[in-house]
């Protein structure tokens, strides 16, 4: 064999391994995204009720708007952790909003509560978002729960005008971690 073609081989070789080991092995998505702490919020709702806002210079900003309905006697308080740090959480026909840096971020919905007929599909719910300054997004929660099969809950980012309506036909949450 020719020696330059030879170098030629060995040197791609070189290169296509050296690329495969410098290439990190992606994070567990659940450690990305959520808290490896447990979390209890309390929720309180207002009826202030405020047009949406606009991100902050050079940030992005996340509505995480909850669609449930509000049964009594049935938690529907969700919490939402952003790059593994709890925010804060949402309770029935309610929303809240933070910003976040541009770039890629990991989300996580978690049902505060048991409910017996959620599988662990439904209990934990993770999105991959990149965020872009200027932009905002508005992220709904919503979950179904029916007598004779396992409930199971969405996480999902809707368009602006989606989100707007949902936005304007919720209440804000403020919460607060319990001690």
Not at 23 to 44: L, W
Not at 120 to 140: F, K, M, P, S
Request: proline share 8%.
């Amino acid at each position: 064999m020719n020696p330059a073609r030879l170098f030629t081989c060995f040197a791609a070789c070189l290169a296509l391994t050296l690329v495969a080991h410098a290439q990190q092995i992606p994070p567990n998505p659940y450690e990305a995204a959520c808290s490896t702490a447990p979390a209890n919020f309390n929720v309180t709702k207002s009826d202030d009720t405020q047009p949406p806002a606009t991100p902050p210079a050079g940030k992005a900003l996340v509505y995480v708007i909850e669609s449930m309905p509000d049964y009594p006697f049935v938690t529907k308080k969700v919490n939402i952790a952003l790059d593994g740090v709890w925010l804060g959480a949402t309770d029935a026909n309610t929303h809240f909003s933070f910003p976040v840096d541009p770039g890629p971020h990991h989300l996580c919905a978690v049902y505060q509560g048991h409910a017996a007929s959620m599988d662990d599909e439904g209990q934990t719910l993770l999105l991959h978002l990149d965020a872009q300054a200027g932009h905002t997004y508005y992220l709904r929660y919503h979950a179904f729960f029916t007598k004779d099969t396992p409930g199971i809950a969405f996480f999902d980012l809707v368009d602006e005008d989606e989100g707007l309506f949902l936005v304007q036909r919720t209440q804000q949450a403020t919460s607060t971690l319990k001690k």
